[in-house]
């Protein structure tokens, strides 16, 4: 690995450790808004009662115990994430829920600390686009099913399918003085949102059957100021771009967030539309 790599994945790691707390405070909003999409992930992925499954980039654990539910007492569900306190956390929501075959480990996604050959199913939810090389960790899953076995991922489509996000992202920079950015650019939540890319890919690390299907996902909150509250304790990139604001400009870019959001407020809330594609394939 390069040391732009290796410096990529230190500031993701120190960041999510940072946001551990406040992204698992969110875990049943977040539960709530990927349920359709998980369930959807989990079928397309093939997972069985007594499968063995690889959750990749599992972050706090919430899709770990559907997986764990999923292949029951008889089944294996091992997690891995770069962030030593998301693990921690997934760790603890296993043992809450008493699900012994689940086992969670620190682990880089582009090199997976897993034996070749050795599962059944692979999934991957909302974490590959912020590989610095998704086409690796592709392999790597790859090389982690037994033929035959099968894998699904779950990434963004593209901006204008998802506007909070781009809503966010174009007025948080706009207020840091920053020019736009280039969603292709690795590692960024559209990174791998340009039609047919991720099909490309997964045949290039090796797969077989690949099918792509979008899915919209509406992200329900009981108000604008309860989501301002998940972006500012979660892993946020808009907390990177105002990070070097004063707080009289801080102050001011959130004022103006908060206004640019309140076009998404329902009759019953608030709720942010998104678009998100499921990639389904299979080892031959």
């Excluded at 230190?10 to 808004?33: M, S």
């Excluded at 115990?65 to 296993?94: K, M, Y």
């Amino acid at each position: 690995m390069n040391s732009t790599g290796t410096d990529f994945k230190a500031a993701a790691r120190t960041h999510w450790d940072a946001a551990a707390q406040g992204w698992d405070e969110h875990t049943p909003a977040l539960h709530a808004w990927l349920r359709q999409t998980t369930d959807a992930m989990i079928a397309m992925a093939g997972v069985q009662p007594g499968a063995r499954v690889l959750d990749v980039a599992a972050g706090a654990g919430d899709q770990t115990l559907d997986l764990a539910e999923r292949v029951g007492p008889a089944g294996a569900v091992v997690a891995v994430d770069l962030s030593p306190a998301l693990v921690a956390l997934a760790e603890q929501r296993a043992r809450r829920a008493g699900f012994a075959q689940v086992r969670c480990c620190v682990g880089d996604g582009e090199a997976l600390p897993v034996e070749s050959a050795s599962f059944d199913a692979a999934v991957c939810r909302l974490g590959l686009m912020l590989f610095p090389d998704p086409l690796q960790g592709l392999r790597e899953m790859h090389r982690a099913l037994r033929p035959g076995g099968r894998v699904c991922t779950v990434v963004f489509s593209a901006p204008l399918r998802n506007p909070c996000i781009t809503t966010l992202m174009s007025t948080a920079l706009r207020h840091a003085g920053l020019p736009p950015r280039d969603p292709a650019t690795p590692g960024g939540l559209f990174s791998l949102s340009r039609p047919g890319q991720i099909d490309g890919l997964f045949h290039e690390a090796g797969f077989r059957d690949v099918a792509t299907t979008a899915i919209d996902s509406v992200f329900p909150m009981p108000s604008v100021d309860a989501y301002l509250h998940f972006i500012r304790s979660s892993a946020s990139p808009i907390l990177q771009i105002l990070a070097g604001l004063g707080e009289d400009r801080a102050r001011a870019a959130w004022a103006d967030i908060r206004e640019q959001l309140l076009a998404f407020s329902t009759p019953t809330g608030w709720a942010s539309p998104s678009e998100l594609l499921l990639t389904a394939a299979r080892k031959p």
